[in-house]
């Protein structure tokens, strides 16, 4: 609500009420105008960056999570287990672990304070999730439709293109919505790995406080917060009760 009150309302009443009056400036002012760290183009910038940062990092961790999983539990090979539990490793895996080899990494592929360098970070990060989903959801479908398509003659590509795909958005939707809320509002690597201009909007936003002036604008602030929240409120929103779908035809066999 702080974020349609304005200052004066703020100031008399406390930071918890209703607004006497709603007033959607202060969105307008933390959209465009609004000064975080050293500039003052408002979260409009950083937003972007998300964006850049979000999307195709989405797209490659669950496209190549689906195959890994196709591969792990339709071609099984010698120590296809033993490659898919070192691949889950991750999931259990702090982010302070990986912090100094992906500062070695990016700087020696020359991505250091990058979308592109972030992108990388997201796609490898998410692969032990995404692996881990798809797998366990690939599992129940019937190895017996593969064994007859490769008795058709058909490949490691048509099978997984005709038969895998076709049965899989129920997993694909769970691994892009966590991939996009995970993505979206991790802060760790964002800090550690940007900086300026090219950061994303959750490590901008602890710049709110330097603002240029001695006044705390808790309406301002509150909008660009909450700015900041909307992608993942409306993805739950409207991909919630897919979400849940997806995770309980994967658990039932």
Known sequence: MNSFRDLGDISRNGLIGLPHSFSLNYWSLAWSKFCVGGTCEGIQPFFFNSVAMVVPATIISTAIGSINGYVISKWRFTGSEVLFGVMTLGVFMPGQMVLLPWARVLGWLGLTNTTAGLVLIHCVQGLSFTTLFCRNYYVNIPDDLVKAARIDGAGFWRIF???????????????????????????????????????????????????????????????????AALPTLLIYFFGGRYFLRGLTQGAIK
């Open 161 to 227: 293109r005709k038969i895998i795909l076709p049965l899989s958005p129920p997993i694909l939707i769970v691994t892009v919505i966590w991939q996009f809320t995970n993505i979206w509002n991790e802060f760790l690597f964002a800090v550690i790995f940007s900086s300026g201009t090219h950061q994303p909007i959750t490590a901008a936003l602890i710049a709110l406080s330097a603002g240029g002036t001695a006044v705390h604008q808790y309406n301002v602030e509150s909008a660009a917060v909450l700015i």
